[in-house]
Structure formats: structure tokens, C-alpha cells
């Protein structure tokens, strides 16, 4: 019995992947397979020379991107703040349907890099499996049909950081596939592919394997402060996007002597956007074609403010700020706080805070508003996560610890120290009154 499910099943594969062969090689003409919706007109991207460096064009004209990561917030947001696009990591598991993000998109006047979804080694798919990659080719196919002729359609991004703890070169193979059958149905949109850092390895995997591939994007966060020096080390000179930077990462910072990264204040975070810009962007705009910022919206990962450049409750951070600047040339009329890092017992988090458990200490920390508005605190403590996912998958943010903190509205605080021996972070939130907060914490040790 195992014997004949093997038997078809390798029959299976072989049907398969002749029939995917066939269809990438042999491809009726464009258009004679097209199935236009006759509301929905495709605008035709294209990447050219210019000048030594490459442009974007979009219909017909030069198009500066002005992004960010986005799918789970009110894209208005991004209009009000001089945004023209946003990039996704899927089509069909993002926090709203595709059609309705793109119809969305349109009605503001926003592109859209859309993620295709392609699956990763890390998370068990097998690229050696003919059938799973063959399956997999076709949904690909299905969506790029669905979707290939909105006008809010950029680029597509197929997969995001595929190289990220991948040991099977046969990854690009499908990418590749996957980019030909794309180029067949729609030719009015490049193709890319997301990549965790600067790799050299996998760029010339991508070289020999995925030739077909129109550009490849960076995903660097203090990293990207480096691209210049990657790039003339190896010589590359192709176009790419910069598909996620902004806050330094956390396997990236200074850790306490226990293990717990240390984050930047929400103001350290902004100087470093703007740093990140002006220092690599903007200067390299003529081979960085595009770039999105991380994150326009709020996430867990190592803690709940490391990456979102809003809250959970809706305020904007000065990163925000930042973007507006950017993208507009003059900074918002209101402005967010500004903070130092938090000091406990007079400690600052460089200094490895470890407490007495059940003793009292003092926190605070400094605070500036440039439109002089009336500040409001929320002090939060939490034990330190134990989450080990990496790449961004899910994290749980762990429960608040209540009634140890003696007034959490104060400026300044007194802590009552858990009893029970561990690591904990201290929270701040400072609040202008005009949706905008700013944040810092600090990791401390119990004993």
C-alpha cells in the first residue's frame, strides 16, 4: 500500500510539473489569455536607465516612491502624511481582503507593492516537493490573473525573505518559475523578490537560478547604514528597493548582562530614520528605485513599541514625524514629544538594573514638546518576553503587571519590585493630547 500511494503520488508530481513546464514555456500569447475587467485599467511600470542609475516610471512618468509597510490601518494616514504608496506581505492572509486594499489604495491615490505569497523553508515548506511547488505555482498564477490589472498595482514582491535560515537553493528555481509565468500574463508590472539583509550568497543564487527577475529588495534596519559600503564591496549594480528599514533591530542593540536587547526611546528611534534617509535613501536614489518604511502600524515583536511607529491605542510617534518631513520637505504642524531613556534608581539600561525584589524604586525621565502641549504619563510594567519566534512571526505580548507601580500617571514613580526573581520591563508613554505619544522602556533583573 505505502508502495502504490508513492507510485501515484510520483505520477502525480510528474503530471504536474510537465503541465507547469508546459505552461511556462509554451504561454499563448498575452492576449489571448487575458480577461480585463473593464473597470479595472492597468498602468504600466517599468524600470529604465537614467543618468548612470535607473528611474522608476509609471505611466510613462517618473515615480518616487514614497512608502511604507502597511496592511492593517487606515490608509488615509498615509495620504494625510505625503505618502504615494504602501507595500504588503500577501494577498490573501493580509488583515483585509486584496481587492478591497487596491480599491482602496485607488481611491486616494495610492499605489500598491503587493506581496505574493510564496512559502518559506523556515516554516516547513520542502522546495525538493514537486507537488507542493507545483501547487503552489498555481495559486501564484490564480492571484497575478486576479489582480494583475488594477491600477493600483506597482510592482509585485514574491515572498518575503526567502532566504532568511533557508538552506535549499531550489527556492529560486520556483521563484523563477513563478517570475517567467508573471512576465507571460502581465507585462505591465516588475517583479521582485524580498530579501533579509544584504546577501551575497543568496544574490548570486538569484544571479544563476532567477535570472528572469526584474530587481531584487533589501530589508535592512541599523544594517542599511551599510548598504553603501556592501554595495561598492561587491560591485552591484542593479536597481533594488530598500522594502522595510527604520528602527534599529533588536538582535541588533546592546543587550544587559541577562540577555534582554535594549531599545531605543521612541526619539532615538525617529534620529535614526531620519539618519537612514538622508545618509543612504536619498543619496542613492538613483540605484534605490523605491523604498518603504517599517512599521505603519504597531506589532509585537520583542515588545509592543519596538517596531510600530504608532501605538496600540492610535497615537503617532515622532517617527512619524520624521516621514512627514521627509515626504513633504517641512515638519507637521504639531509635533510629538521628545524623551530621554528612562532612569531607575538612577540607573539608565546600560547599566544592567538589577533590583532587590519587594523594595521600592524610583523611575523617571526627561520630557520636551515643541508646541509646549500639556503631557500626560502612563507607566506599564511587564515581565520580559520569553518569545523566541524570529523573522517577525507572532509574538504574545505578556500580561501587565498591576498594582506596583504607586501613581502610573506621574512624572516620576515609585516602583514596588515583584518578588518572584526574573527579568521585567518598565514602560512610559507620554502623551501630548493631539494623537501623538512617545515612548521608552527599560529592562531590569529581580534577584
Same mark, same amino acid.
Given at each position: 500500500?505505502?508502495?502504490?500511494?508513492?507510485?501515484?503520488?510520483?505520477?502525480?508530481?510528474?503530471?504536474?510539473? #510537465? *503541465?507547469?513546464? *508546459?505552461?511556462?514555456?509554451?504561454?499563448?500569447?498575452?492576449?489571448?489569455?487575458?480577461?480585463?475587467?473593464?473597470?479595472?485599467?492597468?498602468?504600466?511600470?517599468?524600470?529604465?536607465?537614467?543618468?548612470?542609475?535607473? @528611474?522608476?516610471?509609471?505611466?510613462?512618468?517618473?515615480?518616487?516612491?514614497?512608502?511604507?509597510?502597511?496592511?492593517?490601518?487606515?490608509?488615509?494616514?498615509?495620504?494625510?502624511?505625503?505618502?504615494?504608496?504602501?507595500?504588503?506581505?500577501?494577498?490573501?492572509?493580509?488583515?483585509?481582503?486584496?481587492?478591497? %486594499?487596491?480599491?482602496?489604495?485607488?481611491?486616494?491615490?495610492?499605489?500598491?507593492? *503587493?506581496?505574493?505569497?510564496?512559502?518559506?523553508?523556515?516554516?516547513?515548506?520542502?522546495?525538493?516537493?514537486?507537488?507542493?511547488?507545483?501547487?503552489?505555482?498555481?495559486?501564484?498564477?490564480?492571484?497575478?490573473?486576479?489582480?494583475?490589472?488594477?491600477?493600483?498595482? %506597482?510592482?509585485?514582491?514574491?515572498?518575503?525573505?526567502?532566504?532568511?535560515?533557508?538552506?535549499?537553493?531550489?527556492?529560486?528555481?520556483?521563484?523563477?518559475?513563478?517570475?517567467?509565468?508573471?512576465?507571460?500574463?502581465?507585462?505591465?508590472?516588475?517583479?521582485?523578490?524580498?530579501?533579509?539583509?544584504?546577501?551575497?550568497?543568496?544574490?548570486?543564487?538569484?544571479?544563476?537560478?532567477?535570472?528572469?527577475?526584474?530587481?531584487?529588495?533589501? @530589508?535592512?534596519?541599523?544594517? *542599511?547604514?551599510?548598504?553603501?559600503?556592501?554595495?561598492?564591496?561587491?560591485?552591484?549594480?542593479?536597481?533594488?528597493?530598500?522594502?522595510?528599514?527604520?528602527?534599529?533591530?533588536?538582535?541588533?542593540?546592546?543587550?544587559?548582562?541577562? #540577555?534582554?536587547?535594549?531599545?531605543?526611546?521612541?526619539?532615538?528611534?525617529?534620529?535614526?530614520?531620519?539618519?537612514?534617509?538622508?545618509?543612504?535613501?536619498?543619496?542613492?536614489?538613483? @540605484? +534605490?528605485?523605491?523604498?518603504?518604511?517599517?512599521?505603519? #502600524?504597531?506589532? @509585537?515583536?520583542?515588545?509592543?513599541?519596538?517596531?510600530?511607529?504608532?501605538?496600540?491605542?492610535?497615537?503617532?510617534?515622532?517617527?512619524?514625524?520624521?516621514?512627514?518631513?521627509?515626504?513633504?520637505?517641512?515638519?507637521?504642524?504639531?509635533?510629538?514629544?521628545?524623551?530621554?531613556?528612562?532612569?531607575?534608581?538612577?540607573?539608565?539600561?546600560?547599566?544592567?538594573?538589577?533590583?532587590?525584589?519587594?523594595?521600592?524604586?524610583? +523611575?523617571?525621565?526627561?520630557?520636551?514638546?515643541?508646541?509646549?502641549?500639556?503631557?500626560?504619563?502612563?507607566?506599564?510594567?511587564?515581565?520580559?518576553?520569553?518569545?523566541?519566534?524570529?523573522?517577525?512571526?507572532?509574538?504574545?505580548?505578556?500580561?501587565?503587571?498591576? #498594582?506596583?507601580?504607586?501613581?502610573?500617571?506621574?512624572?516620576?514613580?515609585?516602583?514596588?519590585?515583584?518578588?518572584?526573581?526574573?527579568?521585567?520591563?518598565?514602560?512610559?508613554?507620554?502623551?501630548?493630547?493631539?494623537?501623538?505619544?512617545?515612548?521608552?522602556?527599560?529592562?531590569?533583573?529581580?534577584?
Amino acid at each position: 500500500m505505502k508502495f502504490e500511494i508513492s507510485a501515484k503520488r510520483l505520477l502525480l508530481s510528474a503530471t504536474v510539473v #510537465g *503541465l507547469v513546464c *508546459l505552461l511556462v514555456l509554451v504561454q499563448k500569447p498575452a492576449d489571448e489569455v487575458r480577461q480585463q475587467d473593464p473597470a479595472h485599467t492597468a498602468i504600466k511600470v517599468e524600470i529604465v536607465a537614467a543618468e548612470g542609475g535607473y @528611474q522608476l516610471l509609471r505611466g510613462g512618468q517618473p515615480y518616487v516612491v514614497k512608502g511604507a509597510g502597511i496592511d492593517n490601518r487606515n490608509l488615509q494616514s498615509l495620504v494625510d502624511h505625503g505618502a504615494n504608496s504602501l507595500r504588503t506581505w500577501s494577498v490573501d492572509d493580509g488583515a483585509q481582503p486584496a481587492e478591497q %486594499l487596491l480599491d482602496r489604495a485607488s481611491s486616494l491615490g495610492l499605489t500598491v507593492s *503587493l506581496g505574493l505569497e510564496f512559502s518559506s523553508e523556515r516554516h516547513g515548506f520542502n522546495y525538493d516537493d514537486a507537488v507542493d511547488v507545483a501547487t503552489q505555482f498555481e495559486q501564484a498564477r490564480a492571484r497575478v490573473l486576479k489582480y494583475r490589472d488594477h491600477p493600483a498595482l %506597482l510592482v509585485w514582491i514574491i515572498g518575503n525573505e526567502l532566504n532568511f535560515n533557508s538552506e535549499n537553493p531550489k527556492v529560486y528555481d520556483a521563484l523563477n518559475d513563478v517570475v517567467k509565468m508573471i512576465h507571460a500574463l502581465d507585462p505591465n508590472h516588475p517583479t521582485t523578490t524580498a530579501l533579509s539583509y544584504f546577501d551575497t550568497k543568496a544574490l548570486n543564487l538569484i544571479g544563476a537560478r532567477a535570472p528572469d527577475l526584474d530587481f531584487v529588495s533589501f @530589508q535592512l534596519y541599523a544594517g *542599511l547604514l551599510n548598504l553603501p559600503v556592501d554595495i561598492a564591496k561587491t560591485g552591484y549594480r542593479k536597481p533594488y528597493f530598500v522594502t522595510e528599514w527604520g528602527s534599529v533591530g533588536h538582535w541588533e542593540v546592546a543587550k544587559t548582562s541577562w #540577555g534582554a536587547p535594549i531599545e531605543n526611546t521612541s526619539s532615538e528611534k525617529a534620529s535614526n530614520y531620519l539618519k537612514s534617509y538622508q545618509e543612504v535613501l536619498q543619496p542613492h536614489a538613483d @540605484q +534605490a528605485i523605491g523604498n518603504y518604511v517599517f512599521l505603519w #502600524g504597531q506589532k @509585537q515583536e520583542k515588545t509592543p513599541t519596538w517596531y510600530g511607529m504608532y501605538l496600540n491605542s492610535g497615537e503617532e510617534t515622532e517617527a512619524i514625524d520624521v516621514m512627514h518631513y521627509i515626504w513633504n520637505g517641512r515638519w507637521p504642524d504639531n509635533r510629538s514629544p521628545r524623551v530621554s531613556p528612562i532612569r531607575l534608581n538612577g540607573n539608565v539600561a546600560q547599566d544592567n538594573v538589577s533590583l532587590e525584589g519587594g523594595k521600592r524604586y524610583s +523611575a523617571t525621565l526627561d520630557v520636551t514638546d515643541f508646541d509646549d502641549d500639556p503631557i500626560t504619563y502612563r507607566w506599564v510594567l511587564r515581565a520580559e518576553s520569553a518569545a523566541e519566534q524570529v523573522g517577525g512571526d507572532y509574538e504574545e505580548l505578556p500580561e501587565v503587571i498591576a #498594582g506596583l507601580i504607586e501613581d502610573p500617571t506621574a512624572a516620576e514613580i515609585t516602583l514596588l519590585t515583584p518578588t518572584l526573581a526574573g527579568g521585567y520591563r518598565l514602560f512610559v508613554y507620554v502623551y501630548d493630547g493631539q494623537n501623538h505619544a512617545a515612548h521608552a522602556n527599560i529592562p531590569f533583573y529581580v534577584r
